[in-house]
Every structure is written in structure tokens, then in C-alpha cells.
């Protein structure tokens, strides 16, 4: 059995009289991709910072590679890479200063620190910016350099705070990439994410969280599986016909959610005999079947949509 | 204050050596007008202040005032900008550094500007025979004692502030009282004697005491009264800065 990498136990933080986490638990294992997904103001910035010896828990127990993130600050910081959540590169220096300089940070002599800067900048797809000040760079750009940055003392977990939030589907998809390459090295890489699309295509194992309390945690999958089933029908119609309708679909389906005037139906078949149903009801205005996915976890446990508070 | 510290004072060194010649002259040419406005068009008037030309009078009391100004600038709107605004200290403290540390190294770096840009005016001066007294050589020790007492009330005022705006009641209400009253352009004497009294709770009367007894070479013990009062000040003030940092960011 494999030791965790992370052990986190009845962990707390306040904010003056803001409970932004409360009393949570979990167990990150070596080379797993895990997730935090919620929505914004969830708690997820709160604990990773935690977890890189930034905040000071308030209450509770956390080891991070076997020592206690209390007492071994730098011991632990020495070991991790960080990718915040807000860009917080030098402005004014290049793209290759900023990562010898980080260096410097974490006692990596300079030629040392030139070579590991450069195999960074290959593999980010950012050689020919090499010299180039940040403020010129752009989103994706910027990013792609922050996880430079966090690489640079080849750490053995690497926290990524929303990676890809604010970029462009283009851009996210090229982080992605070079992601699921670091997973393939064993990197162990923890992330927090509001997007489903981001958990699911990453994280082996992922806790979702909303207002601070972890509601529900296994691989995405499983959870898509335990909780939804194999697919989604997604139905627009008047909401003084929802009931009536629900009643004659209901042999047809596993569960269903309301949203607003969306109704979510959650089927384990091929939704033959439902799409033979839905006929008989004209006044539904839309629909659409599509496989099911941890938005559908999150809106049936929550009521509410991931990206609700945007 | 440890090697940690010094990381942060060599970044901050980095990105001065790809601006130093703007920042430079911003620095350099303020201090100069002064000197020359005051030094030449109303010495012209004043003559002579206890047997020394006004401009010479005048001309430490300069080094002092621009070491005042570079340290406190640099220590607040210069750190603030990179705590805000850049998130500069939350990148070095998700590294192996902490904040006690990071708050060390800017306060190095205020006190390096403090030296480089007091020294620049001392270079001048000498220049323009205004330093009668090898003393003067001294001069850099003495912008190292006042780059460290300005730094430190700028770094406190920034772990306290909410909005960069705040800054300007710094200036007004401690750095430019401190300019006009710490004797740099005339004998602190014909003020009340409360005034006289106050002055020595103003850290840069001391720094203007040290540097123009040196640039004469009207040398003696009382200097390192002087000198005591500023080191007493930075042991005093020394602690602040750290503490209020790390409550402000709630590390
Ligand atoms: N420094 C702070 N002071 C006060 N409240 C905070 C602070 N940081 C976060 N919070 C609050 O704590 C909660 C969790 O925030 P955060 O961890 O940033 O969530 P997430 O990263 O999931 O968006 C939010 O309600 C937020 O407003
Ligand atoms: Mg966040």
C-alpha cells in the first residue's frame, strides 16, 4: 500500500467570522491527478493554500509529504510546485529571468537553473519568448509560464489553483495537454477547478465541494455513474406542465432535477422508449440527449449549477 | 534578516539594473533643483549661515532629504505595488521563503536605493566643491542608518494601509513635515523650543546633524549621539513591519 502524499484531518479555516472550510478530510495518494471541483467562492483557493504551507489552518491536521505543514514550512515548500490561482509573475522581468529567479528561491544554482529553464520553455511551447518581458505575453502565454515556474525545482506534487480559468478554449486545451504529459511522467498533481470538463478529463480521483464542505468524493466516473447513470435528457417546457410530464416519463427514468424552467431526466438505457414518449408532449421546446457528467452530480446534490455564481 | 532575505533584495536588484537609468534621473533631478533654486537664488539673499555659504549649508541637508525620499518611496508605493498589485510577495511565499523574510529583503532594497541615490548627490556636490572634509567618505554609512529608519516606517505604513491613495497622508503628514523641519534648509534655532525639541524625534535631523558635520569636517563625540538615536530607532522600529505584513495578508 502506498503511503498518502497528502493526509488532511478535520481541516478549518476562518476568515474573521467566515467559515470558508469546514472540518474537512482526505488522503491524496502518489502519481493520482486529484481534484477540488466547486463553484467559486467554495472553498477550493482556501485549501490548497493551505496545503503549500501559505495559510495557516485554523484548525485540524495536514501532513504533506510526511511532515507536518505547521512545523517543515520550507521543507515542504522546497518539494512543491505552485500555480496560483491569480498570475503572479515579475512584470518587468523576461520570461527566462522569471524562472531563474524563482529558482534562486529554492537554492538552484544558476547554470543549473538556466538548463532546467530551458528544457521548461521547450516543453511549454515558449522558447521563442525566451527573452521577452511578461507584461507582452498573452493569457495562455502567461500561464503556460506560470507552470514553468512551478516546475522549475521538479517538484514531486505540483498544486494548480483553476488553471485554466480566463483563457480561451484554445488555450485551455493546450494546458491540458501538456497536463495529461506531466500525469504520464507520475507527477502527482493536485488542481481545483469550477470547470466538469477540467475534472473529468484529468482527475483520477476529485472531491466536490460547495460552501466550504466536501459533498461528495470517488472518481468522476463512478460519481457520474453512482449518482446520474449512463445519460441526460434535457428538456425546455412550461413549467405549469413539469409535473404532469415527470408523471408519465417516470417508469422511463432513474431520477430527474429541476432547474429553472430546464427539466433533467437521468436514463441508464439508450432512451429509446423516452424519445417515443416525449413525442406525445408538443409543448416541450427543447430537448437534448447527451451522456452525463459531474455538472449533473454537482446539480443534483447542490440544486444548483457549477458556474451559478459567475 | 537572513541569506533567504537576501534572495529577495537580489530580484528586486535584477529589475533596478533594467531601470535604473529612468529611476535615476527621477531622483537626481528633484534634489538638484532644490539645491540650486534654493542653494543659489535665496543663498543669494541669506549669504552666509554660520560662516559657510548657503548652498553649502544646504547641500547635505540634500543627500539627507533624497536618501529620506528614496527609501520611503521605494517602501511604499514601490512594495505596495509589488504586494498588491503584482502579488509578488505570494509568489515568494509559496516558495521556500517567508514573509519575515520577504519583508527583510524589501526593506534591503529600500536601503540600497537610500545609498545609491544619496551617494549619487554626495558625488555631485563634491563635484561642484561644496565637501570640505575627507569625512565625507563616511557619508555611505550614514545613508545606510537613515535608508533603514525610512524604510521601516514606509513598510509599517504598508502593512497598514488598505488602498495605495493612502500613501499620500504618509507623505504629508510624515515625510514632508520631517523634510521642512530637520534643519535642511536652515539651522533648526529659530524655531520655539518645542519645535527644537520635536526635531529630535525626527530621524532625519539626525541624518542632516551626521552628514553636515561630515561634508565640514566639524567632527566629535556628539555625533555618535546622533547616530545612537538612529539605531535605537531601526532596533525600536525593526519588529513592526514583519508583524503587520503578516497579519495584513493573513499569513
Ligand atoms: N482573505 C479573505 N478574507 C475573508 N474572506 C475570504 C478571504 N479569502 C477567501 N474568503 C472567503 O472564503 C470563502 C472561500 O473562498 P475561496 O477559498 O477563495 O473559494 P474558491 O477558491 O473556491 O473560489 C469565500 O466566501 C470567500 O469570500
Ligand atoms: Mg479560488
Known amino acids: ?310 | 534578516m537572513n541569506r533567504w532575505a537576501i534572495k529577495v533584495l537580489w530580484r528586486n536588484m535584477v529589475v533596478f539594473k533594467k531601470t535604473w537609468l529612468t529611476n535615476m534621473t527621477f531622483y537626481f533631478i528633484e534634489p538638484l533643483l532644490y539645491l540650486s533654486a534654493m542653494g543659489l537664488g535665496l543663498g543669494a539673499f541669506i549669504g552666509e549661515i554660520n560662516g559657510t555659504s548657503y548652498i553649502r549649508f544646504i547641500a547635505p541637508g540634500i543627500i539627507a532629504s533624497s536618501a529620506m525620499w528614496s527609501a520611503s518611496s521605494e517602501s511604499t508605493y514601490g512594495s505596495f505595488v509589488k504586494m498588491h498589485y503584482q502579488k509578488i510577495y505570494h509568489a515568494m511565499v509559496a516558495a521556500p521563503l517567508y514573509i519575515e523574510e520577504v519583508v527583510a529583503g524589501e526593506i534591503l532594497y529600500a536601503v540600497f536605493k537610500a545609498v545609491i541615490y544619496g551617494s549619487i548627490i554626495l558625488l555631485v556636490i563634491t563635484a561642484f566643491g561644496l565637501v570640505s572634509s575627507a569625512w565625507a567618505l563616511l557619508t555611505p554609512f550614514v545613508l545606510v542608518l537613515a535608508g533603514f529608519v525610512f524604510a521601516l516606517l514606509g513598510m509599517i505604513w504598508t502593512g497598514l494601509v488598505p488602498k495605495i491613495d493612502s500613501f499620500s497622508f504618509f507623505f504629508t503628514l510624515v515625510i514632508t513635515p520631517m523634510f521642512l523641519f530637520s534643519g535642511v534648509f536652515s539651522p533648526i534655532d529659530p524655531f520655539p523650543g518645542f519645535v527644537q525639541a520635536a526635531a529630535w524625534f525626527l530621524p532625519l535631523y539626525h541624518v542632516v546633524v551626521l552628514l553636515r558635520s561630515l561634508a565640514s569636517g566639524d567632527v566629535g563625540l556628539f555625533l555618535l549621539v546622533h547616530a545612537g538615536v538612529l539605531v535605537l530607532s531601526i532596533i525600536l522600529l525593526y519588529p513592526f513591519p514583519q508583524r503587520f505584513m503578516k497579519k495584513r495578508l493573513g499569513l
Open chain 1, 1 to 310: 500500500m502506498l503511503k498518502p502524499i497528502v493526509t488532511a484531518k478535520n481541516l478549518t479555516k476562518t476568515y474573521g467570522n467566515i467559515q470558508a472550510v469546514k472540518n474537512i478530510d482526505f488522503v491524496i495518494f502518489p502519481g493520482q491527478c486529484f481534484g477540488i471541483l466547486g463553484p467559486n467562492g467554495a472553498g477550493k483557493t482556501t485549501t490548497v493554500a493551505m496545503l503549500y504551507c501559505f495559510l495557516p489552518l485554523t484548525t485540524g491536521k495536514l501532513e504533506v509529504l510526511g511532515m507536518d505543514v505547521t512545523r517543515d514550512q520550507r521543507e515542504i515548500k522546497k518539494r512543491l510546485g505552485i500555480v496560483p490561482q491569480e498570475n503572479n509573475l515579475d512584470q518587468e522581468l523576461t520570461v527566462i529571468e522569471n524562472l531563474i529567479i524563482y529558482a534562486g528561491y529554492f537554492d538552484i544554482k544558476k547554470s543549473a537553473a538556466e538548463k532546467k529553464a530551458l528544457a521548461l520553455l521547450d516543453f511549454f511551447n515558449l522558447m521563442e519568448k525566451k527573452d521577452v518581458d511578461v507584461e507582452f505575453l498573452s493569457g495562455g502565454m502567461k500561464r503556460r509560464l506560470a507552470l514553468a515556474r512551478g516546475l522549475i525545482n521538479s517538484p514531486e506534487m505540483l498544486i494548480l489553483d483553476e488553471p485554466t480559468t480566463g483563457l480561451d478554449p484554445e488555450a485551455r486545451h493546450i494546458i491540458w495537454q501538456h497536463l495529461r504529459l506531466l500525469k504520464q511522467q507520475g507527477l502527482t498533481i493536485v488542481l481545483t477547478t469550477h470547470y466538469l470538463e477540467e475534472a473529468s478529463q484529468l482527475c483520477d480521483q476529485l472531491f466536490i465541494i460547495d460552501q466550504g464542505v466536501i459533498i461528495e468524493r470517488g472518481a468522476p466516473q463512478e460519481l457520474v455513474e453512482k449518482h446520474i447513470g449512463k445519460s441526460v435528457v434535457e428538456l425546455e417546457l412550461p413549467v405549469e406542465k413539469q409535473q404532469q410530464v415527470l408523471e408519465n416519463l417516470r417508469p422511463e427514468i432513474n431520477g430527474h432535477q429541476l432547474l429553472g424552467s430546464t427539466l433533467f431526466l437521468y436514463i441508464n438505457d439508450e432512451g429509446r422508449n423516452l424519445a417515443g414518449k416525449l413525442k406525445q408532449h408538443p409543448f416541450i421546446s427543447y430537448q437534448l440527449q447527451r451522456p452525463a457528467n459531474l455538472e449533473d452530480v454537482f446539480l443534483k446534490l447542490t440544486g444548483k449549477g457549477l458556474l451559478n455564481h459567475e
